[in-house]
């Protein structure tokens, strides 16, 4: 195996009670790069997502067979607890979803929940705070108001605070479902532009259903149909010259 992949699955299989919705997904990721997932909703790429960091296994009726890998390291063993697979894998969802805290404690809330038995002092968590915010474009905006509540900001503030907030436990893969369905124009511009701007210091998958959007933002597709990896490739290439049938047709808008 490279050592050089972010990600590796082999035969990865899911099932909710009895309907299988993912099926023998082989896939390998490298790391540093941006990964957009696409294929029609119900294909099995949020599902596919929620793997990486097990937060499918909250469903009781959810079984896994089949091999995930991240950085080398198998997610189910023994020396893998939860609490390091999701200090290593940050998620950002549809909608944004800041806590109703103060924008300060939204940045320092994983932060200070994972490391709640370390002492730090409140320079150290102010310096976190200051690069995290950096990081996202928000520091100048923000700085004069950090205890504020994170509620009131606009949309593309709070989906950057929720990348920012994932930022002090220095994640090695950041996942992101559908980051921009909430946004105008302006703030999805905003956004891919920010994720192209992280990519390389963490590996990075994206769903999205937005054609255009993944050909800004990603190096590499992923064409997902029925639980099952249809094509994978250079993005630049699918697009152009898709080598499925079927994945022409759905980056064409015949289906989907």
């Not at 800041?98 to 994983?110: A, D, H, K, Q, T």
Request: hydrophobic share 40%; net charge negative; aromatic share 8%.
């Amino acid at each position: 195996m490279s050592e050089n992949l972010a990600i590796f699955t082999e035969n990865l299989n899911l099932w909710y009670g009895s309907f299988q919705a993912l099926k023998n997904i082989n896939l390998s990721i490298h790391q540093g790069n941006i990964t957009a997932l696409i294929g029609p909703s119900g294909c099995g790429k949020s599902t596919f997502l929620r793997c990486l960091n097990r937060i499918n296994e909250r469903i009781s009726s959810v079984r896994v067979s089949g091999a995930i890998r991240l950085f080398g390291h198998d997610i189910y063993g023994q020396e893998v607890t939860l609490e390091e697979l999701r200090k290593d894998v940050g998620m950002v969802f549809q909608r944004p979803n800041p806590l109703p805290l103060s924008i300060y404690e939204n940045v320092m809330f994983g932060y200070t929940t994972h490391y709640a038995r370390r002492s730090y002092t409140q320079t150290e968590l102010d310096v976190l705070v200051e690069s995290s915010l950096k990081k996202v474009h928000l520091w100048e905006k923000l700085k004069d108001n950090l205890h504020d509540s994170a509620l009131g900001l606009q949309l593309e503030a709070q989906q950057k605070l929720c990348i920012a907030r994932l930022l002090p436990l220095k994640p090695k893969l950041i996942l992101l479902d559908e980051p921009c369905s909430a946004l105008d124009p302006t703030g999805t511009s905003s956004i891919e532009e920010l994720l192209l701007e992280l990519k390389g210091e963490y590996s990075i998958v994206i769903v999205t259903h937005n054609m255009a959007q993944a050909r800004r933002v990603s190096y590499e597709s992923i064409f997902m149909l029925m639980g099952e990896i249809i094509e994978q490739g250079s993005t630049a290439e699918m697009f152009l010259t898709p080598q499925n049938e079927k994945t022409a047709q759905y980056i064409e808008g015949r289906f989907g």
